[in-house]
């Protein structure tokens, strides 16, 4: 368990929201939470005892009764979680939610909570990892229920992306709905651009002049030698490598499995996928405008830019409180390189959603829960945190989200990335698939093989996991 006063130190929050998302990522959302998790269980909101009523948007009264709801999340993000069932419970004031913060790998406690028949109301679910849960029975299909709720349907319709809904719809049942959106975005030092005579590489997903050739050669402008040693890297990957090419991949019209909820076969070897994967490891091996794979072990992406020995990142939101909070470190963040087969830059479609359990008494309750935190309501109070990016499309563009992010102006490029995503691949597979991509691919990051070569290898290992799954 990460004790209390490790949190507290700005450097270890830090680390912690980086390992956070790349370990989920990797264990398919098993360890993720643990790193950067509150070891105590909050106190529950109690309303005032004479305080009744709250009704919904049909103008039904609700039923009173306590809900559990269960998620992982760092003090800051906690303290969020929080400020939704505050806003909720005003609103509610019958229903007491109780805040139960993960320990340790969310997935296995939950696993063990229902086991014991003891699950919370109401759970966050990670992208990667629903899937199992929902095959086990443990989630409530929400379908029926956003069917039977008119304005509610209607916001589902126009205000989220059609393929973030559909990344959480898990055999023809919406198990989850998405509450925050995590893709991945670049990231640049304002001032090294500017001192190196450099225009800013643009905001928009829609603009096609951001090639992979003129990142390189603004990549060599940036980096800076001492004799044979690095002293300023053009770039630096801040995430995970492995899927940071999958997602230049996707960019260069690259597809890495037929389909990505829950895909039958890998296409690893697409063409434009694998130029992906080897372009990026070049950055390090060929052009050294990037840190290789054991100088990255020495010093991670996030603080080589924070410390200002790389110019540019590879990273998600996640990292925006973190750097933000550096002195006198001046960024902006914009969109991802677009590969020569490519149409529009792309990445990925990670993100969180909210449940409801499928054995809880509690249903109608919960279900106005799961609505408030993934409705305007509940996204505009994650919007004015600065710490996440909201999944629905008018909160992303309201003065809420755009007046939480002082340090830059391109604050859109988030919110628009929503369109230009790619889904990570949803299947009980995802584990096992990661472990042998991850080990395979250590490969090309060292210069040690071909993208082409490790991926005619990794094609038939994928394909017999998923035909397994």
Known sequence: MVHDRLLGSPSARRSIRQIDRRTLLRAGAGAAAAAGVVGARSSAFSAPAHVRGGRNAAGQEIPGGEITFYFGANPDEAATRE?????????????????????????QELQTQFAGGAGPDVMMAWELSYSGLATRGVMADLSERIAADAEFAELVATDHEAELIAMFNWDGKQYVLPEQFAGVVLFYNKKMFADAGLEAPPASWEDTSWTWDRFLETAQALTVRDGDRVTQFGFADAWWMPLSATVIGTGNGGNWFDTYVDPAASTITDPNLVAGLQWYADLSNVHRVAPNAEEIATQAGPDMFMGGRAAMVLVGHWMYPAFSGVDGLEFEVAVLPLGPQGTTPKTDLG?????????????????????FSTGVEGQTIIAESGLFVPVLKSVGQSAAYLDAHPAIQNATVFTDALAHSVPLPISAAWGEISAIWDRDLGAVWRGEASAEEVCANLEPQINDLLAES
């Open 83 to 107: 400020l939704i069932i505050g806003a909720f419970q005003e609103k509610f004031p019958q229903i007491t939610v109780n805040p139960q913060v993960a320990e340790g790998d969310p997935v």
């Open 351 to 371: 993100s969180t959603g909210l449940a409801i359990s499928a054995t809880s008494d509690m249903q109608d309750q919960a279900w106005e829960f799961v609505k």
